[in-house]
């Protein structure tokens, strides 16, 4: 790596940290600017900070070795979540800003009550920001460190290979490196530092993506879009360019059939496409989605951001990555680790300069993705233990200090989880794994009166000892990962419907309270709607025909831009269709919306 490279990481990362300490001020006033900026996000921030989120270090290295190793097609692990995202537009995202929380775990005592909603509270708050987040973020510094690896970081610094830093393995002194510079970055500022930096991140990360996307395919090795075709399907024993894994022929009539040269198993690819958005952890949003929601300025911006995160997340972002993953095959078919494919590209193709914009970008996309990590995972910490049932009388000094102090402990458990890690695509499926089960009742708790505390402390304690145990239990193991989460979701399921009829329901008081806040539709709260006299804010039969067009409107502009991409006309005009009929549709289905008046927040419960 050149100095020039050098001197460009170096100074973005001063600028990264200036503007961390810039805004540490403002992030000092109180809980609520440390974790949700004061409720005054406009859309288009927040929702280009819920991009810049899910955009990490990790997630190039992660679809370059999922297409190494499953082709195009294995990336529907993470595109099935596109359902649940545009469900979010729809149905969730007015609702989590109508709720005024800082936390979405502090929902719970907004829709539960007693003893039950208070063990359900600490219970997630503390599942969700320690054993579950943690995790998440050694996956991200995994991937950091896989490409300091890549890059020769150390050697670049004077250490030999094989070599110790002050008595430490290079890899433990590169894990304390990044633990401290994040931790800088994110405890200084609290969520307005993350969200007015991700703008930027967002942006030089994506402009990191495409720039190794244009230098790998037009080097020689590769030749242009049309020997990237060719050579990458030359490579594989699998259709690694299919979009989805199936046979489609017109021999004697339309015949569809699963795929022999399927990367992925037709149990894996079903429970992606029809299991996996919903029964996942994040079925009504997220945590982080959440947390910029609650921020948003009101539920018009709430709406709006959602529906931006979605086109920069599946439109834009997929296609870079899938590109240079494919490249990667052609130049480097033989490689043991395909997630190495990414930054190797980057050291044998990119020029001086570019390189170290290339590196910045990704650095960028760490920060922004880690430091959401951090302050989410924090935010549980101190706003649904530390100050709910630990100091109740804490100022909103004491509530900063336990923020940044929950903050270090979250980064170093973190830092410790990527040492002891080896693959971030493993970790990912792990990660999926013990979050699965319990996401139907976190639906459901929105649009049936039924749902109680204990259905959700069930539903949620059984996904996360299920997942682990199928997932790392020597005996218990299921290699199948859709088989695996069929298992999950269905032995779920059984513990939360058992434990939910044998406990009595929510009081009609505490049902009443919630549905007046919400003001859910559907038939669900047919007996507080009867009883409050309180009409519903949005259909929610609209709501569902919503999402149903919009999940056509966007996979159909996605998948058109990549067979632009990938030369198969054919396939970019019937999916360019498919998204012209969904946005008519969509159109008229929104023509015939009443028009939802914003509702005043009620006041945050403790």
Not at 398 to 412: H, K
Not at 422 to 430: G, P, Q, Y
Request: net charge neutral; charged share 15%; aromatic share 12%.
């Amino acid at each position: 790596m050149h100095w020039i490279d050098g001197l460009i990481i170096a100074l973005y990362l001063i600028g990264a940290l200036a503007l961390g300490a810039y805004l540490s001020r403002r992030a000092s006033q109180s809980v609520e600017d440390f974790f949700i900026s004061g409720r005054s996000l406009p859309w288009w921030l927040a929702g280009t900070s819920m991009a810049a989120t899910t955009f990490s270090i990790d997630t190039p290295l992660y679809v370059a070795g999922v297409v190494g190793e499953r082709g195009i097609a294995g990336n529907w692990e993470w595109w099935a979540f596109g359902v649940g995202h545009v469900a979010l537009i729809y149905v969730f995202a007015r609702l989590w800003r109508r709720s005024a929380i800082v936390t979405d775990a502090e929902l719970i005592e907004m829709r539960y009550s007693g003893r039950p909603a208070a063990v359900l509270r600490v219970v997630k708050a503390f599942l969700f920001a320690v054993p579950i987040n943690c995790i998440g973020i050694g996956y991200i510094m995994l991937a950091a460190l896989k490409v300091m690896e890549a890059l020769s970081f150390w050697s670049l610094l004077g250490i030999p290979t094989g070599g110790t830093v002050l008595g430490l393995d290079p890899k433990m002194l590169s894990v304390l490196v990044l633990l401290v510079f994040v931790l800088l970055y994110a405890g200084l500022a609290g969520l307005w530092g993350v969200v007015a930096t991700d703008f930027v991140q967002f942006v030089l990360a994506l402009i990191g993506a495409v720039l190794v996307a244009w230098f790998a395919i037009r080097s020689p090795e590769v030749g242009g879009l049309g020997g990237l075709v060719t050579q990458a399907q030359a490579t594989t024993d699998f259709d690694v360019l299919a979009f989805v894994p199936f046979e489609i022929g017109w021999d004697d009539g339309l015949r569809i059939g699963w795929s022999a040269f399927a990367g992925i198993s037709a149990s894996t690819f079903f429970a992606y496409v029809f299991v996996q958005w919903w029964t996942f952890r994040r079925s009504d949003g997220g945590g982080e989605f959440i947390q910029r929601l609650a921020a948003s300025r009101n539920e018009q911006h709430a709406e709006w951001a959602a529906w931006l995160f979605n086109i920069l997340h599946y439109v834009i972002r997929t296609w870079p990555w899938v590109l240079v993953a494919l490249a990667a095959l052609v130049v480097y078919p033989d490689l043991d680790d395909p997630e190495m494919g990414y930054p190797m590209l980057m050291l044998d193709y990119l020029p001086v300069g570019v390189l170290g914009l290339a590196v910045a970008s990704l650095l960028a996309a760490f920060m922004s993705t880690v430091s959401t990590q951090i302050n989410w995972g924090a935010s549980y910490l101190t706003h649904d233990v530390y100050a709910r049932f630990v100091r109740p009388e804490a100022t909103q000094d004491e509530l900063v200090l336990a923020g940044r102090v929950a903050s270090l402990l979250i980064a170093t458990i973190g830092a410790v989880a990527a040492f002891f890690s080896e693959s971030v695509a493993t970790i990912f499926r792990l990660v999926i794994a013990i979050g699965t089960g319990p996401g139907v009742v976190l639906i459901l708790r929105w649009f049936w009166w039924r749902i109680n505390a204990w259905a959700e402390l069930s539903a949620m304690c059984a996904g996360f000892l299920i997942g682990v145990t199928t997932t790392l239990y020597p005996g218990a193991i299921i290699d199948d990962f859709g088989l695996r989460l069929g298992v999950i979701t269905v032995l779920t399921g059984i513990v939360w419907i058992s434990v939910m009829y044998a406990t009595k329901p929510e009081s009609a008081e505490t049902l009443r309270r919630f549905y007046r806040m919400a003001r859910p539709g559907g038939p669900g709260w047919a007996r507080q709607r009867a009883e409050t006299g309180v009409a519903p804010v949005a259909s929610l039969s609209l709501s569902i025909w919503s999402t149903v067009a919009a999940v056509g409107l966007l996979f159909g502009i996605m998948f058109a831009t990549g067979g632009a991409l990938l030369l198969r006309p054919a396939v970019a005009l019937g999916c360019g269709g498919i998204a012209v009929v969904s946005g008519y549709a969509l159109y008229r289905l929104r023509q015939g919306a009443a028009p939802i008046i914003e509702t005043d927040s009620p006041p945050v419960s403790s």
